[in-house]
């Protein structure tokens, strides 16, 4: 449960705010609105839609659930991503809600056709932003994305190739788009 993409996205945007050493005027307010949109909502979705017997498993393991599920993803992360901006948040905060909702985005068009891990993207997007701001722990780092992609492997949730792609999409739509517009 610790390693759910849901509680990944709060630590990263926690480290950002209170363990990255940038200056953010009010990273109580820029955590909140991120762990909001990001964990919070998604969360009550969840609990609605199962409560409703529109979704069957928490993980959200048919295709035609987790497109659904995906879809409020991107809708919160697009929000999240106006409210960070409108309200004057750090750019690195908003910048990696903005990757957040482009990952989902992603995603949810993947998933139209093939099955990939939201664990493994949500882990490497993370790791790509702590590079990219000079504040990781590498081996910690490679083992959490070890730890991640092996157990989506051993619980048969994923292929290989499935948590390696998620992987490379997570590093490359965080790392790219962070340098370009928000670093």
Known sequence: MILN??????YGFFIIAYKANLEINNPSKDFG???FFIAFLPLITVYILMKNKMLSDVYASDQFERKKVMIFGVVYCFLGFISLKTLNSHSLIAG????SFLNAMILWIIT???????HSTGISSIFSMLILINHYNIPLMFLLV?????SRIVLKAHTPLQIIAGLIIGFIFTAIPLKLFFI
């Open 5 to 10: 993409p849901l509680f990944l996205s709060i």
């Open 33 to 35: 609105i991120s762990a």
């Open 96 to 99: 990696q809600m903005f990757c």
């Open 146 to 150: 070890f730890c991640v992609s092996l």
């Open 112 to 118: 139209y056709f093939w099955k990939i891990s939201i």
